[in-house]
Nanobody
Framework: HVQLVESGGGSMQAGGSLTLACAAS???????MAWFRRAPGNEREGVAF?????????TYADSVKGRFTISKDHSKNTLYLQMDSLKPEDSGMYYC?????????????????WGQGTQVTVS
């Protein structure tokens, strides 16, 4: 059963840090993966992208550059999002997604699988 399961969300004061994790049920070595988020009343937006191997280049939304870091532990098929210097505007539901394509960045139509999301609240 193919699935992505996010964890690590919660409530945090501004300036704090959180690390989100997304565990995949299959080998994601050659898959591109990304984190998206949706704030209340807003559309879902791309936050961080990790291209497939070989290469594994990263792309970040301007709003999180220098504060968020996307990474993957291939041995665990788990994607991470380290979020530092959190701001209230970082609040929202965070989703991980996996694409069999490469270079897809934040093109949502290119993603094959999505997780159910984990809530992040920054006050």
């Amino acid at each position: 059963h193919v699935q992505l399961v996010e964890s690590g969300g919660g409530s945090m004061q501004a300036g704090g840090s959180l690390t989100l994790a997304c565990a995949a049920s299959w080998n994601t070595y050659s898959w591109s993966m990304a984190w998206f988020r949706r704030a209340p009343g807003n559309e879902r937006e791309g936050v961080a992208f990790l291209d497939s191997e070989p290469g594994g280049t990263t792309t970040y939304a301007d709003s999180v550059k220098g504060r968020f870091t996307i990474s993957k532990d291939h041995s665990k098929n788990t994607l991470y999002l380290q979020m530092d210097s959190l701001k209230p505007e970082d609040s929202g539901m965070y989703y991980c997604a996996a694409s069999s394509g490469w270079g897809v960045e934040f093109d949502e139509s290119a993603y094959n699988y999505w997780g159910q999301g984990t809530q992040v609240t920054v006050s």
